[in-house]
Structure formats: C-alpha cells, structure tokens
C-alpha cells in the first residue's frame, strides 16, 4: 500500500510517497520545488511528470491546502504524526521549530509528544528563509556560496526586527567595507537570533528544527549555542508531507482519476483597477541622445553608487553632453562596481584622450566610491537629481525618485530643493522590492516587468503596507486565479500607491512633473503612477541615470564657483586602483569621549592607509582636517539638559514621607516632563524616574518590536526596581483647534 503527501508551503512544494508493508514503512521517493508563486502549476508539473501510483494521498498546508480537492490537514497535525514515525521511542524535544521560507513556527509538545501550542513570529518577513535569498542574491552569492562565507566570517550585527532595515544594515556595512563574509555571518546570526526569540518566551531549551532553513549549517551552529540541544532529522526538508503521507494511510478516499481534475475554483477576493492603457497618454518619455567626443575634450566623471545598481556618465563640460554610460549591478561590493563602470566607459570612449577634470560620486555608496576616487566631490542624491532634472527642464519643481532601496520625494523652487521625503522603514514602493517580488514569486525578469503590466485588462488592488503583506496578497491572487499579467501589474500599483502614500503624502505635486530612477525604464511605473495622482509626468532622458548625471553637472558647476579644485582623474588608473583592508580598529571615542565603540575599517589605497566607517564623520573630517566641534552641534545633549536639568531642577523641601510616583524616561515623556514635573513637585510628590535599561524587562517581551519600545520595556523595569508608591503613565492626544480670526482688524490707534 503506497501513500503520497504534499505540503503546499509559502515557498515551495514538497511531496513524499511511502510505501507500507509487513516489514514496515519507508520512503520511497521525495521531491521538493519552489514553486514561485504559483502552486498549482508546480503542483501539476510535479505530478504529472512522476508516475506515482498510489493508493492514497493528502495535503497540508497553511493556506493553499484549500485550493485542492483532496483531503487535508493542518501543518501542526502533519508535525505530530510525522514526530511519532520519525522519533518514536527517543527522549521527546520540548518543542518543533518549522523554520520556512516566510515564517517561523513553534510547536511546543506535551510529555506524549502531542502539540498543545503554537507561537509564531509576527508578519515581518525579516529572518525567514525568503529573506535571506533576497539578501544574499544583492550580494551575488548562492546559497552554497553564503553559506560557506558564513562559515569563514565574524558575525556583523544587522537589525532583525525589520527586513527593511536589515537590507539597509547590510547595504550601509557594504559600503563601508565590511567584508561579505561578515555579512553573511551577520545575517546567519540574526536569523538564528529571530528563532531564539520564539524560544525565550517558553524557556526552551531542547528543540528539533525542520523546514529549509535547517539545512543552513550556519544558522544552525549559532542556535545551537543558544539551546541545550539541537536536533535535526533526516527528514527535516519534508517533514510535514512526511507526516500528511502517514496520515493518508488511514484515509479512506480514493485518489482522482486525473491529476488536472483536483483542483477548486475560486471567485477572487480582489477589487480590481482599469488598465493602465487608459493612462498612456499622461506620460512623456524623453528620448536619450549622445555625443562624440573629440581628442583632449574636457570632461567630468559622475558616479552613482547605489545599494542595487552603480552607474557612471561621462559628461563633456562646454555642452554638458553625454558621451558614454554604464548602468550596472552594485552586488554587494561597491568600489568593486566602481571599477567595472570605470572599465565599462574607457571602452566606450576608445582611443580618444580626454581631459578628465573632475569626478563626483552620490548615491549609498558615495562615501566608499569617493574615497577610492580619492575625490572631494562627494554629493547627496537630493542635490544631484535635482541638478539633473532642472538642467532639461528649468520649470519642473517636483521629483519622483524610485531606487533600488530609497524612494525620494522632491520640491523645488527656483530649481533650488525646498522640501524632501523619503521612504522611513519600508521597502514596499522601491525598486528592489518590485524586481525581488517578480523574480522571486513569479521569476519574471526586471527588464519584462513594464511589456507584461501592460498586457493585463484588469489590476488587482494589492495591498502597500508592507514588503510582506504585498507578498501575501501575490500568493492569495494565484490561488484564486488571477492572471500573471494582472499580478505583475498589482505589482506595479502597489509600489506606486505605497510611494503615494507613504513618501510623498500630504505634500504638494506642482504644475511640472519628473519621475526618474531605475524603476522608469519599466514604463508601466510612470503610466501607474500618473494614474494614481492624475497629473501628467515627464520622464526624463536615461531616468536610471539622472543621479550620475546630477553629480557630474554639480561638480562641474562646483569648480567653474571655486568650491572645488580642477583636477585630473586618468579612468585606467581607476580601473586598474585596488584596494586592499587592513585589520579593523575599535574608535576610542575622540575628544568627545563618545562610548559607541564603532569598528573602524583601514582600507589601503596607493600605499596610503585611511581609516574608514564609523557612526560619525570623525575620521572624514580628520582626513579632510575639518575642525568640528561636536559639543556645539549636539542638540540631543542640549535638550536633555532643558528636559531634566533647566526646566526640571532637583526637588526640594520634600516632606520625609512625602508619597513617591514613578514616571518612565520614554517616547514622548522626554518633551513634556517639564510639565508633569512641575505638577507633582507642586503637589510635593517625589519623583523617581528610570534611568537604566534592564535585560530583565527587555526579555519579557511578546513578540518583536521597534528599538525605542524595547528600550521602554527596560526602562520600565528599572522604574519597577524603584519601588515608587504609583506609577503614572501619561496618554497624550492631539487635538486640532479652528483658528479663530476677526472679521475686522482692529485699527492701528
């Protein structure tokens, strides 16, 4: 008697087949496949292209079990039958960790092995295994090639309460020269870490993990210091189609006479939006041109180094034309993508000797490209798209920026930047998160985005809260049929209505237009977004280069002012300029004392050693002997000292036993504790306030939250520690008053 399951997880597909004699049970084949957003498809290749016969068959799965018509069963009784077949008869674990590709699970067992509850991480996609082949593809490395780096690396702290944030940790480590290897140990630590958080909430010790992330040998090795004991079956891959293949030998049903014939129809739970061919004709698309250089032109370089991709123009000074370009992928390595984009223009450029007089750098990597440069021409992105997009059009006075991790809102007056927003902790309407999505769930290519958003009648309205829900909405519409085209054009929408909502909000959208960065080369962005606000766009020429192209335009114009000294920069030096990392350093801490204790890169260019990275500009400035007084700019201090010092003096002439109220140094407490002050010292109540944070109280935590709640926990733990006789928390609201204004000024006299 043979029995198949298959587990339909968040990721992949995975089916087992056993076969059940008087000699016992064993497995007689095991398949496993991401299925990329769509299930039911990898789901039907699986079995149509193995001839399984069998007798019985079953399915688990979260949510994509109910798209089948064949009997099913929850995730966690999968886990209990395969436990009793795999460890029967062996000391029991306190609890199984399914550790998959968008979540985590704990399953903590009784003393018969029976699950009597289930924790889950939140819906943060941060830690999963989904997020870490996100990351470590930014870095170009497969899964063998990360894990083994991982192995040879000391772990870099990333952030893993937020996959935003992390992405930005391991972007900002990149381009600070942190070697990938400690990246990905970081990331490995993080991962290990977001599991063990599950743990300290039951006290767990003695656990046996399953799911694809079990097979990272990393991962693994930095939880198991963590526990008592680690256990890893031979079947931790498939694990749950192990246990729904058990279960189908006591089911009954027969199996489908056609394997095309199990699946349910659905009606979808989607609102829909018209196509985007009805707003074509909102969006210019600027033609790009280029122009031929001629022996000993004067020009300048400008570098865009972002976290996703790195491009470079080159720009002739008496025409501000552009003679060569290269948009390229950073992966990981920023002076490394420098290089290629030095090599990339030489080769355009040919024989032809030019006189390179400047060269300017923007974007995450600016700092790191700058020095490898060896160039003061370091600018911020702000400043460089706003020089580009007023160079082709003085009258524009509005910007949108898409990248690869920033989405960028920008005012202008009088060409000048007067107002700026930017994505604060989401990925949901950038680039990267758009290509991550299509390749990732549905293995489209960045490049086909645009031509297959178009083709689709109808738009699902995807949800633009979060990295994760979006990918949540994409696995639901496959499971009721949407179109790929329709996907991929929810796609679109999502990241043009998070960018609506998130980064741009209430500000104003003048009379002319831009829309530039990467994500323009899929001209379906653009056309959704002019849908969306309903005004017409401009895209401009090489939208994907605009910042390259700002850059080397600010320089020239830096130089022509004074601001910067006329150089010369040989692009084969560049290209051929490596750099070489010398043993990191701990920051003492300078003048100021500071006790951060960052880990300061020396990085070797041209025989010269340069310390490099750090919280703070300290070590630029010193290179660039800038003289800073820290004490004059450091406003936090300033206002800790009105807070708690100026406006809240010691209490005195208290009574001995004079009643005592604990208030927590937290949130908006620091900006109104003048307030509540003065009003229990009139009382003559003693105040306590926290002051240290405890472990204790952070630990006592539920689940993830941000940093500054975390640090309110323990504080507040302090506070307890006090022994205050109350404790007052404070709610405040915002109320908005009408402003009330006379009908009649009163006169001068």
């Known amino acids: 008697m043979k029995s198949l399951g ?100 704990v399953y903590l067992l009784d003393t018969e092995g029976k699950i009597h509850n289930v924790t889950t991480g939140n819906k943060c996609a941060s830690g999963t295994g989904e997020f870490f082949l996100q990351q470590i593809k930014r870095m170009d490395l497969t899964i063998e090639d990360a894990i083994e780096k991982g192995k040879q690396g000391k772990a870099y702290s990333v952030s893993g309460r937020c996959s935003v944030f992390c992405k930005s940790d391991c972007t900002h480590a990149l381009n600070k020269g942190v070697p990938i290897t400690d990246i990905t140990a970081g990331l490995c630590k993080m991962i290990s870490s977001k599991i063990h958080e599950l743990l300290l909430k039951e006290k767990i010790k003695n656990i046996m993990v399953i799911g694809g992330t079990s097979k990272n040998e990393v991962v693994m090795d930095y939880l198991r210091a963590e526990v008592d004991t680690l256990i890893i079956p031979e079947e931790a891959a498939y694990f749950e189609a192990l246990g729904t293949a058990l279960w189908g030998f006591d089911n009954k049903d027969t199996v489908p006479a056609k394997w095309d014939e199990i699946f349910e129809e659905f009606t979808t739970s989607f609102n829909f939006l018209p196509s985007f061919k009805s707003s074509q004709d909102k969006v210019v698309f600027k033609e790009a041109s280029r122009i031929s250089l001629n022996e000993g032109d004067e020009c300048v370089v400008g570098l865009d180094v972002g976290s996703t991709t790195t491009k470079a123009v080159v720009v002739r000074t008496k025409d501000h034309g552009i003679a060569a370009s290269i948009y390229l992928r950073t992966n990981g390595d920023p002076i490394q993508a420098s290089r290629n984009c030095y090599k990339a223009l030489l080769e355009q450029i040919g024989d032809i000797k030019i006189n390179v007089i400047g060269l300017g750098t923007t974007g995450s990597g600016r700092q790191i490209a700058g020095l490898h440069a060896l160039t003061d021409g370091i600018i911020n992105e702000i400043i460089a798209h706003a020089r580009a997009a007023s160079f082709y059009d003085p009258e524009v006075d509005t910007i949108f920026e898409i990248g690869g991790q920033d989405a960028k809102y920008t005012y202008l007056t009088n060409s000048v930047p007067s107002d700026y927003a930017m994505n604060e902790a989401c990925s949901a309407g950038t680039g990267s998160f758009l290509e991550e999505a299509a390749f990732e769930s549905l293995s489209v290519d960045v490049k086909d985005i645009g031509d297959i958003a178009m083709q689709a009648e109808e738009i699902p309205n995807f949800s633009d809260q979060c990295a994760a829900f979006i990918s949540s909405d994409i696995k639901t519409a496959f499971q009721e049929g949407v179109s790929r085209e329709s996907v991929i054009a929810g796609l679109v929408h999502s990241i043009c209505l998070n960018y609506d909502n998130r980064v741009k909000g209430h500000r104003p959208v003048g009379k002319k237009v831009f829309m530039q960065g990467g994500v323009c080369y899929n001209k379906a962005v653009p056309i959704a977004m002019a849908a969306l606000i309903g005004k017409n766009i401009i895209v401009p020429p090489d939208p994907g280069l605009m910042g390259a192209f700002g850059v080397a335009l600010e320089v020239q114009a830096q130089i022509e002012l004074g601001f910067l000294e006329k150089g010369f920069f040989d692009l084969t030096i560049l290209k051929d300029r490596i750099v070489e990392y010398k043993d990191s350093f701990t920051c003492g801490g300078g003048r100021e004392k500071c006790d951060r204790a960052c880990s300061i890169n020396r990085i070797k260019i041209e025989d010269q050693i340069y310390p490099f990275g750090g919280a703070c500009n300290m070590y630029y400035n010193l290179r660039h002997k800038i003289n800073v007084s820290s004490k004059k700019f450091d406003l936090i201090e300033y206002r800790n000292h009105l807070y708690f010092n100026k406006y809240a003096p010691v209490q005195e002439n208290l009574a001995s036993d004079a009643p005592s109220v604990g208030i927590n140094k937290t949130f908006h ?81």
Not at 73 to 83: C, F, S
Request: hydrophobic share 40%; charged share 25%.
């Open 669 to 749: 407490q620091h900006s109104v504790f003048p307030l509540f002050y003065h009003y229990f010292n009139q009382l003559g109540v003693k105040i306590h306030l926290s002051d240290r944070v405890c472990d204790e109280g952070v630990d006592r935590k539920e689940t993830s939250f941000c940093f500054p709640c975390e640090l309110a926990l323990g504080l507040f733990h302090d506070l307890l520690e006090k022994k205050p006789d109350y404790l007052f928390l404070s709610l405040l609201t915002l109320h908005c008053m009408p402003l009330c204004i006379p009908s009649k000024m009163p006169s001068a006299a």
């Open 6 to 105: 298959i587990c339909l997880g968040a990721s992949t597909v995975s089916a087992v087949v056993l076969e059940k004699n008087e000699k016992g049970i064993t497995v007689l084949d095991y398949k496993r496949a991401s299925h990329e957003g769509n299930p039911k498809g990898t789901l039907k290749k699986l079995l149509e292209s193995n001839v399984w016969q069998v007798d019985h068959v079953a399915v688990t799965g979260r949510k994509f079990r109910h798209i089948l018509k064949m009997p099913s069963i929850t995730e966690p009784e999968a886990v209990e039958v395969a436990l009793g077949y795999v460890w029967k008869d062996k000391k029991l674990p306190e609890a199984v960790i399914s550790a998959g590709g968008e979540t985590f699970m």
